[in-house]
């Protein structure tokens, strides 16, 4: 069952590839732009739980479908009495705030969270408009994005190479 999540992985990670690939950020309108942010990040974060999961599976853990975060794989490790090194490291990422794997979640997260508006003007009668174009997260742009991708493919195709020596 591990070849499936791996599987999974290796497929979100192409598709997030595929659709910062060779891009030109300048040439992009705002919305396309955005559009290619967000669509990296689902990939990326899918990848990411998928990846939990194949940690999992290659340990032989159980109720590995339930699995959304790091803790919850050190959970299911303790249980089982064991304590491998991949799990740590993915919760280090994560405690630490400057972290590729911290800056991607709160950026997926952010994409979840109702705009807000500025400079609201209580006008009767008037509809308040949001300018979807100003909706990017500052600091976050394609680059970021690729460096992600970088960091995460990295990261797994090292683990991978760890567990399989064991």
């Known amino acids: 069952m591990a070849n499936l999540s791996l599987t999974r992985v290796n497929q979100k ?33 899918c990848a990411y739980q ?19 975060s790091e803790v919850d794989l050190i959970s299911a490790f303790e249980s089982a009495k064991k304590y491998p090194a991949e799990a740590q490291e993915l919760h280090a990422l994560r405690k630490d705030r400057l972290s590729w794997l911290s800056q991607l979640q709160a950026y997926y997260d952010s994409l979840w969270r109702m705009p807000v508006l500025v400079d609201i003007q209580h006008t009767e009668n008037l509809i308040n408009l949001v300018n979807t174009d100003d909706l990017i997260i500052p600091g976050v742009n394609l680059s970021v994005i690729v460096g992600w991708h970088k960091d ?12 399989a020596e064991f």
């Open 152 to 163: 995460f493919t990295e990261l797994v195709i090292r683990q991978r190479e760890t567990s």
């Open 50 to 68: 998928h990846y939990l999961r194949e940690i999992a599976e290659t340990y032989g853990l159980k109720n590995i479908i339930t699995m959304r």
């Open 13 to 45: 990670l192409m598709q997030a590839k595929s659709l910062i690939q060779g891009v030109d950020e300048e040439s992009l309108s705002p919305v396309h732009c955005n559009a290619l942010l967000e669509g990296s990040a689902f990939h990326l974060m």
